[in-house]
């Protein structure tokens, strides 16, 4: 009796014990017929770490692909033409189920491959098609970094105050300057919401903008920082992946706001202010979760300040002014419960020309009351949305990636060649 009740109980601990196995296994996937498929996931960088912007997406794939238990390959330094269409290609001949890049200029590439290979789910970051495309495995990914940019400009505007109070500047020179790449919707709305956050706080700011016409050029981004500090910039942030422009400021003294990561420790500590980034970590997991459970990824995905997409890096206290991370917690606590939105059009006025801001309708006052949007990718790049309603610009709901390109006063672009 003794024997058979202890054969019974080490039954039952295998039995347990497999049970525990088959709940936390999520490197599998159930084909139709009933075999199992090994999910296996590719990425496809622009870049490598040595890129702020690529190295955020390189730590978040390893984050999500080790919680989920999945093998993954990864791609660095594939340019934005066939090249990203070979790299998927090859990505897919390694067996890998699932295929993500992170770039804008990899998406007619990727879509290529989706094309080809309809068995493989295709995930584009930044990109713009996925909801006109008409392909069940291509989506595109974005998130409400306008959000967690307009938090960081409140950190700026915050700057400014305390260096007008202690007389290092009088209110008309709280002028910051932004690192731009590109003249695209995305680096626009990136830049306008920083200003926002800073005016939130600070009334009396404005902004010049320098673009460099690349993604990631150290030398470009230094230069272009620097062009700005001898224009009268006494604060700095931008949209560029490098620390070409962080490494200016810690040069000349003047307070940066980074993007996509800390700067501290890469010897920018005594201008380091803060960070805003994306965290692709929880999109990566909801995909790669949908390919075990064989269930249909969105064609766009945004994620927000909810999902843990939008992030802040630590407050730099040894630089910030006193009470920015209170209020920073004030203007975080609104934009979760809605009280307060980004593109508030009360908040700043619009210039309508024949050349600038063409699709904007403005009252008699200069405040945005329509803006016609172009969502839906096309060649001409027509508009056909309209953005504004309830009293704001809708940034990333029509589509996850931004399409807010609307020119405002206070924000003067000196270069547009890009």
């Given amino acids: 009796m003794k024997t058979a009740k202890k054969l019974l109980a080490v039954i039952l601990s295998l039995a347990f014990v497999a049970a525990m196995f ?9 084909d139709t017929d009933g075999s199992e498929t090994t999910v296996k996931v590719g990425f496809i960088y622009l870049h490598d770490e040595n890129s702020t912007y690529d190295k955020n997406f390189m730590t978040a794939a390893k984050a999500a692909c080790e919680a989920l238990g999945v093998e993954y390959v990864e791609k660095t330094n594939i340019e934005e033409n066939s090249a990203c269409y ?42 713009t098609k ?4 008409g392909l069940d495995n291509y989506h595109n990914t974005f998130a409400s ?11 700026a505007g915050m700057k400014l105050n305390e260096m007008i109070e202690n007389g290092d500047i009088t209110a008309d020179e709280a002028v910051m300057g932004y690192v731009g790449a590109y003249t695209y919707a995305e680096v626009i709305s990136g830049y306008t919401s920083f200003y926002l956050g800073a005016k ?16 990631y050029d150290y030398d470009k981004e230094y230069e272009a920082a620097n062009v700005l500090i001898d224009a009268g910039c006494v604060l700095i942030s931008g949209h560029a992946d490098s620390l070409g422009a962080p490494t200016a ?55 927000d300040l909810s999902t843990g997409s939008v ?10 002014a006193e009470g920015t991370q209170e209020a920073i917690d004030e203007a975080m606590a609104a934009l979760e419960d809605g009280s307060l939105q980004v593109f508030d059009t009360s908040t700043f006025t619009v210039t309508v020309t024949d050349e600038l801001n063409v699709n904007a309708t403005i009252d ?19 508009a056909d949305t309209e953005a504004v309603s309830d009293g704001y610009f809708h940034e990333s709901v029509y589509r996850s990636a931004p399409y807010f390109d609307v020119q405002i006063d206070g924000i003067t672009m000196l270069n547009t060649a890009f």
């Fill in 145 to 155: 970094i306008y959000e967690g940019r307009y938090l960081a400009g409140v950190a």
């Fill in 130 to 133: 996925a909801h006109t495309q």
């Fill in 86 to 127: 070979e790299a998927a290609v090859d990505l897919v001949e390694q067996g890998c189920t699932i295929i993500f890049a992170d770039s804008f200029g990899h998406e007619d590439y990727m879509i290529e491959a989706a094309t080809e290979f309809p068995d493989v789910e295709f995930c584009h970051s930044t990109g």
């Fill in 364 to 382: 008699e006052s200069g405040y945005l009351t329509s803006y016609m949007a172009d969502v839906d990718t096309d060649a001409a790049y027509e």
């Fill in 200 to 215: 939130s706080v600070c009334e009396s700011v404005t902004m010049q903008v320098q673009f460099t016409g690349s993604w």
């Fill in 249 to 303: 400021c810690q040069e000349n003294g003047v307070p940066n706001v980074a993007y996509n990561g800390s700067t501290y420790d890469s010897g920018c500590q005594d201008t380091y202010l803060i960070s805003s980034r994306i965290d692709w970590t929880p999109y990566y997991e909801y995909a790669i979760q949908c390919v075990i459970d064989g269930k249909d990824i969105d064609d766009d995905w945004t994620g």
């Fill in 22 to 30: 088959a709940g936390c296994s999520s490197n599998t996937d159930t």
């Fill in 311 to 320: 992030v802040l890096t630590d407050l730099n206290t040894e630089v910030a």
